[in-house]
């Protein structure tokens, strides 16, 4: 399984009364928040599917055929 990094990133926030209200990103970083978002994402599934009961590749075909 490949390793995550986790990216740096350089966010602007938008303060009104001394609070942060938004987080500004440029796209660089954007991009980078996605990508680690869809890698966690393949290796939530890939956890979930190690649990999953496994069939002999026999097995699928032999589905495959009858569902014709």
Do not use: C, G, W
Not at 14 to 29: C, G, H, M, T, Y
Not at 40 to 63: C, G, I, P
């Amino acid at each position: 399984m490949k390793t995550l990094t986790i990216p740096k990133l350089s966010p602007s926030f938008i303060v009104k009364n001394q609070k942060r209200e938004a987080v500004v990103l440029s796209p660089k970083d954007y991009q980078a928040i996605v990508e680690l978002l869809e890698e966690l994402k393949d290796h939530l599934d890939f956890e979930r599917r190690k649990k999953e009961r496994q069939r002999a590749f026999r097995e699928f075909l032999r589905e495959l055929k009858t569902t014709d």
